[in-house]
């Protein structure tokens, strides 16, 4: 039980890589590359040994941290996080495997990378909210970094109002889980800081609102909920490919993973009398960001912008409170991440190709280059929820679940899933099809090999979770299922 | 006899050394400045272990009569001033060698003096006792700030510290005997009784303890005592504005920690908590707000000093509101914790302001441009100090205010929680302002090649700090449960 | 510890051997000060008349600068002043003290010592 086992090599794996690869020679790229990748190909293998994490907490470590506030460094997985560990270390190895647009830095890029997977998959595996806390402020760092030093012209910028929007959040979460840690004292005479522990405690209503307010706010704002998103289409447009990819598919569902495992069972009743403020937030984050989304004329911002616009789905589905809408709201987390994950790869692919990223750049990019456009197509399919794809079963999943509970925001919702058919298909009508637009965009080279290598993933993801939904459901329901029966009749 | 000059051993050994180096100079007589370097670096680490292994085997007790108190938390203060004391030495050696108008041998003798004090003033436990230690840390420490005599800045610094610190110790004497008319002792530990027992002088305590208290207010730069920080730490050489900023701070906290009970029996634990929680506030708000816009690295680093007095004081209203009980001795280690991790990161951000600065005063942030690719091993450990500074985890930074605002959340100081979480949002503009200057923003174009050569000495100071920093935030047990024991004695 | 010892002897008879010393040092003072006066030989100039015969002009721009041995000199005046501060107490109950005592004065001086050796050699007792 309390030994050094298989969540901690897998969580430090990636920062002895980041290590390894800071004291390799800057001279030759290939080498930096390859070391990165073998680290992260390696963690990606060793995170698929806890695939079987189901109902309950496996895998779990437990060694005293500090003791003096009984802070202990608590590792465990169960269905939730699971997913979640197992994308965080495939999707660095796809970035790292993408990295050939980077020049000078590259060292530098790839370190804050591993470091950043490190924080990411700490974040999923803590059971101590002050561990929990650590990492999650841990991977804030490393994107800050690799914003400002590898983004676009605005970088500083983007990087700044990232930096400042979630540790403004985070620094009331942390007051709430310092009030959380007092409150166990209080009431047991000892200190612990176990997620675990605390949920065992009987706060009265008011405590327990403030105390999700106080989440709530770090979280809403890592999601990220309308009115505090504007920090995340700045972010993404500035962030360099990876930044962006990490960004999308893993750093927005500390987010969601927060009100699930933390916000929603530390304050259980709360969750109940905040759900409808909350999901007026989400059908607003949905439909606005859908808007903004239509509106753009930048591949990259529409991107940006349908995350919102899928995160609020997501929220939705979240506070249903309703078994099938939880399920679903955890599938279309995994689904955005491997969605617009590819997407913003893809958008990257197309952008060293043609130093742009107006909608109205490109034109029958399925001809010029058809590995490249069909994977587009494919992409934006399953981001609008095709049947088949990933996206239509997590999408449904929350529906069926909230009309039963929330019909109102439900039928809200379901119109955001038709404004994204719209923003997503004339996207794809005017960059893949049609003809080029000028002469640059009609000679475009198609996918390189690494670049295929590191989509293929993706792609197959997609169609596994579209066709065969049962294997992660299989494990994420059970997980699910005790959350929201500890919620149960408060 | 002896057993008490045993105890007072962290007093006395930097005293000698102080006298030791200016024997040396007087037999040997002048320019060996590398010698007085290392009798004095020599002087600062043997009380530093000295300290730390009388720390380690529990010897503590009352000494001379009960006018020292050298107790646990004398010790770690006098600790983390011989920690201080032997980094900034190991800084000056660099900083000094660029100039020839400061006087080497006089310099060190002067850390040392001051260093003496300081302890003192931590392990002081009677008001004479309290204002000895004062001066003897503030003379040397005006001196030693106007120390390059021919910079108009240094001279300037000197004189404002002078002036202001003269007049702080006045109030302080004020306060000082107030206090004994109100309680008919001068003794720390036997005040809050005596004060409790003639109670009808009650105003006359209150009115003491305010006086006595601006006078420390002065001293750990609080507002609004704090005018005079961002003129000398940056008029003052730099690394005697890394040694006043850690040294004097822990020093001075030191003797809050033991004045609390006073506080609490003096003003009553409301009033005195309220007006700590309020003086808090200002300095961490003033403090942040101030250094945002700073152009100059040592004011910025100043007014980032000032804001993290107030986080420390944060600690202390809780200890005063709760008067006692569990939370004096959690608020004590917190304080001590802080006040260490503090001056690890401190004088290490210093450390590389000494390399920035090259011997030609360049002090400006604007030096931190494109340091990563320069010196990329400096700029990561300038950043793990930034980082550090901001509270970021998983730096000591962070560790520190967890645990000093949780100190507030247990006095049910709640809102002051949540205004300190505030203030340290506020902080992290202008810490990530640095980042961003060393690796977002070239150097201009055409900017020659700078020179920037790191004093062997220099680079094992700032190595030990930036180890420091992260293995307490990493994995902080061991020094946090070492502390919680000493303080629990 | 001077300063007990008048507390001590507090009663008013104690202090009637003082009288005839405050009425000889009265009468001292008025017999210094009024004897010249009557014997001395009269000289009118501008340097006799002026407020003080040496020292600042009580008069003209307050902006003059003085030479920095003068404070050098003031600083170990007072340095010393309060040496012999200290050591009149100790003085006193040198008996009742003892050996440990008189190391400690010994130790104190030294101290004392050796700072004037070394503003010695810095030349601070060189007057250029």
């Known amino acids: 039980m309390n030994s050094f086992g298989i969540l901690s090599l897998i969580t430090f794996l990636p920062l ?54 009984g802070v202990c460094y608590g590792m465990a997985v169960d269905g939730i996080s699971m997913p979640l560990v197992i994308l965080s270390c495939l999707v660095v190895p796809i970035i790292i495997a993408t990295t050939f647009h980077v020049g000078r830095g590259l060292k530098e890029y790839l370190v804050l990378l591993l470091i950043m997977e490190t924080g990411m998959v700490g974040v999923f595996c803590a059971t101590d909210i002050i561990l929990f806390y650590v990492f999650f402020e841990l991977t804030l760092v490393p994107l800050y970094f690799l914003i400002g030093m590898f983004g676009g012209v605005n970088r500083i910028y983007a990087a700044f109002k990232f930096f400042l929007f979630t540790a403004f959040g985070s620094l009331p979460m942390l007051v709430a889980i310092l009030f959380l840690l007092y409150q166990h004292h209080q009431a047991t005479g000892v200190w612990s800081a176990s997620i675990e522990d605390l949920r065992a405690l009987r706060l009265d209503a008011a405590t327990q609102n403030w105390v999700f307010a106080g989440f709530a706010l770090a979280f809403a704002i890592k999601v990220p909920l309308w009115p505090l998103h504007t920090w995340l289409p700045d972010a993404h447009v500035q962030a360099p490919t990876g930044g962006s990819i990490v960004l999308a598919a893993i750093m927005l569902k500390l987010g969601t993973y927060g009100f699930l495992r933390i916000a929603m069972p530390l304050a259980p009743q709360a969750a109940h009398s905040f759900a409808t403020p909350v999901l007026v937030l989400a059908v607003i984050s949905v439909i606005y960001g859908a808007y903004l989304a239509w509106a753009q004329d930048d591949l990259k911002k529409l991107v940006a912008c349908s995350s919102v616009s899928h995160m609020g789905f997501v929220m939705l589905g979240l506070f249903a409170l309703e078994p099938l809408a939880a399920r679903g709201a955890m599938l279309q987390m995994l689904n955005h991440g491997v969605s617009t994950g ?48 990933n996206g239509f079963v997590g999408e449904l999943f929350i529906l069926l679940g909230a009309f039963k509970t929330q019909p109102v925001f439900a039928i809200l919702c379901a119109s955001g899933v038709l404004l994204g058919a719209i923003y997503m298909l004339q996207m794809v009508r005017r960059v893949c099809y049609g003809t080029p637009n000028c002469e640059e965009a009609a000679h475009l080279s198609d996918m390189s090999v690494a670049e295929k290598f590191a989509f293929a993933p993706l792609v197959i993801l997609m169609f596994w979770i579209g066709l065969a939904p049962g294997f992660l459901l299989e494990r994420i329901g059970p997980a699910v299922d005790s959350i929201l029966a500890a919620l149960g009749n408060t | 006899m002896f057993q ?18 200016l024997g040396v100079e007087l037999l040997a007589g002048g320019r060996r400045s590398q010698g007085s370097f290392l009798l004095c670096a020599l002087g600062a680490l043997v009380a530093l272990i000295y300290t730390g292994y009388f720390l380690a085997n529990g010897r503590t007790g009352l000494a001379f009569n009960g006018t020292l108190n050298v107790d646990n938390t004398a010790l770690l203060i006098a600790l983390i001033v011989h920690f201080s004391a032997l980094l900034a030495v190991l800084l000056s050696r660099s900083y000094l060698a660029a100039r020839r108008d400061a006087d080497a041998p006089e310099y060190y003798s002067l850390v040392m003096a001051a260093a003496s004090g300081m302890a003192m003033l ?203 009980g569990e939370i004096a001795l959690t608020g004590s280690s917190a304080i001590v914790f802080y006040l260490g991790t503090y001056a690890a990161m401190n004088l290490g951000a210093f450390g590389v302001a000494v390399v920035l600065d090259r011997g030609e005063g360049r002090e400006g942030v604007n030096e931190l441009k494109g340091l990563c690719s320069e010196r990329p091993l400096l700029a990561a450990v300038m950043a793990v100090f930034t980082l550090a500074l901001a509270g970021v985890p998983p730096t000591a930074g962070f560790l520190g205010k967890l645990y000093v605002f949780s100190c507030a959340v247990q006095a049910r100081m709640y809102a002051l929680a949540v205004v300190a979480v505030l203030a340290s949002v506020v902080g992290l503009f202008y810490y990530l302002r640095l980042i961003l200057l060393m690796y977002f923003t070239p150097r201009e174009e055409g900017a020659e090649p700078r020179l920037l050569r790191t004093d062997s000495f220099l680079a094992v100071a700032s190595f030990v700090c930036a180890v420091l920093v992260l293995w307490l935030g990493v994995l902080p047990a061991w020094f946090v449960d070492f502390v919680e024991a000493t303080v629990r004695g | 510890m001077l300063m007990f010892a008048f507390q001590q002897t507090s009663a008013v008879a104690d202090h009637v051997p003082l009288l005839p010393y405050l009425l000889i040092v009265l009468g001292l003072v008025a017999a210094l000060l009024t004897l010249p006066l009557l014997l001395g030989r009269k000289t009118k100039n501008a340097v006799k008349s002026a407020s003080y015969e040496c020292g600042v002009a009580p008069k003209g721009s307050a902006r003059q600068r003085f030479s920095v041995h003068f404070y050098l000199v003031a600083v170990l005046f007072i340095l010393f002043d309060i040496e012999a501060v200290f050591l009149f107490p100790w003085a006193l109950n040198i008996q009742g003290l003892g050996l440990a005592g008189f190391v400690e004065a010994v130790v104190f001086v030294a101290v004392l010592g050796l700072g004037l050796g070394y503003a010695w050699r810095k030349g601070v007792l060189d007057w250029q």
């Not at chain 1, 390894?20 to 590359?33: G, H, I, Q, S, T």
């Not at chain 2, 105890?7 to 005293?15: D, S, Y």
């Not at chain 2, 931590?122 to 030693?144: H, K, Q």
């Not at chain 2, 006078?215 to 609004?224: H, S």
């Open chain 2, 122 to 324: 931590a392990a002081a436990n009677d008001l004479v006792n309290v204002f000895l230690g004062v001066e003897l840390m503030s003379i040397p420490l005006y001196v030693l700030a106007a120390i390059r005599r021919k910079s108009a800045r240094s001279v300037e610094a000197g004189l404002k510290y002078l002036l202001l610190g003269a007049f702080a110790s006045a109030f302080l004497l004020f306060g000082m005997g107030l206090l004994y008319g109100a309680s008919g002792s001068t003794l720390l530990s036997a005040l809050p009784a005596e004060i409790a027992r003639l109670e009808t002088n009650g105003g006359l305590a209150a009115f003491g303890v305010v006086m006595f208290l601006i006078g420390v207010f002065f001293k750990v730069a609080a507002v609004p005592f704090h005018m005079w920080t961002p003129d000398v730490y940056e008029g003052s050489p730099t690394p005697v504005t890394a040694f006043m900023a850690t040294a004097t701070k822990a020093a001075a906290f030191g003797l809050l920690l033991r004045f609390t009970p006073v506080i609490a029996t003096g003003m009553g634990p409301e009033a005195g908590s309220s007006m700590l929680a309020v003086i808090a506030v200002l300095t961490m708000f003033v403090g942040n707000l101030g250094a945002l816009r700073q152009q100059n690295l040592k004011r910025l680093l100043a007014y980032s000093s000032i804001a993290h007095a107030g986080y420390m004081l944060v600690g202390v209203a809780a200890i005063v509101a709760e008067d006692g």
């Open chain 2, 4 to 21: 008490d000059i045993a105890l007072a051993g962290p007093i006395l050994l930097p005293a000698l050394a102080a006298l030791l180096l």
């Open chain 1, 342 to 389: 590819a997407l913003f790869l893809l958008v990257g692919c197309v952008y060293e190709r043609r130093h742009k990223r107006g909608l109205d750049d490109f034109g029958g990019l399925v001809k010029v280059s058809p590995a490249l456009g069909i994977a587009l197509v494919i992409t934006s399919l399953s981001s609008i929820g095709l049947p088949g794809l």
């Open chain 1, 16 to 69: 002895l890589g980041a290590l390894v690869v800071a004291f390799l020679p800057r001279e030759n790229p290939k080498v930096l590359r390859a070391a990165a990748l073998l680290f992260g190909l390696a963690n990606l293998g060793l995170s698929l040994l806890i695939v079987n994490a189901a109902g309950t907490m496996v895998f779990v470590e437990r060694l005293h941290w500090i003791p003096a506030f």
